[in-house]
């Protein structure tokens, strides 16, 4: 459903009921300027219509649905990211430990036209305040790459490794204790800026868990350095972010 400000529902599209009891979350996003919604609906697992997902496109003044898709997946859930051109929408579509599929899109006259890119390991996080790149985490957590947009290119990749101190050391959270979880690249963090991004490393031992932002350069891939706290990325080189004491702070890059 769709609400006004007030909370007034402007309008409201019903799905099917499921087939069973399953997971499978939908999803929806607005265009850049606001006149379209993009839905995932997980109609696979809900065993729902034919038994394919969909992607609709909604005018977001009335509900009516301009465009739909079959998409080839079996989605639990999925993300979407709207595409700074104001055209395309990204989309990741999860199926659990079976992977996930990402594709982007465009309503074109009365028909959504997808390209899917050639991976089921790769899940979506941000897309660069310029367009012209998209960061993804691999399903496994193993490593952060920048790609290319629209032909999802690499760029540049950083495996988890490279910000792991020497074994036997405790710095950036390495550690010789074979309890708790490994070091791995968290499915967070994004942009800065066009140029800069925030790749976080996440772990824990038995006595702590760790979440360390760094901030590293895309076009050379040198790391420079390492944030406080988890970012809130607003895309132009400035960031907020929450201290112990529950107080925001707004940073930007020196």
Known sequence: MCLDADGTVRWRIPFMPPAHSSI?????????????????RPDAMLGRGDGGDRWLVVDAADGRVLAEHALPTV?????????????????????????????????????ISVHAYPWDDRCLIDVSPDGREFMTVGHGEDDAVFHAFPDGTELCRFAVDRFLAPAGTSEDGNTDDDEGEEPHIAWSGGYLDAATAVITV???????ERNIPYVVDVSSGAIRGRLA????????GTWTAVDEHGRLTLWELG
């Open 202 to 208: 996440a772990g824990e031992t038995e006595d702590d």
């Open 229 to 236: 706290a988890e970012p809130r990325l607003r895309g132009d």
């Open 75 to 111: 989605g639990q859930g999925a993300h979407q990211l709207a595409h700074p051109d104001g055209i395309h929408m990204l989309l990741d579509v999860g199926e659990g430990q079976d992977g996930v599929f990402l594709f982007h899109g465009r309503l074109d006259g009365n028909a």
């Open 24 to 40: 499978g979350l939908a999803n929806c996003a607005f265009s850049r300027d606001g006149a379209h919604v993009w839905i995932f």
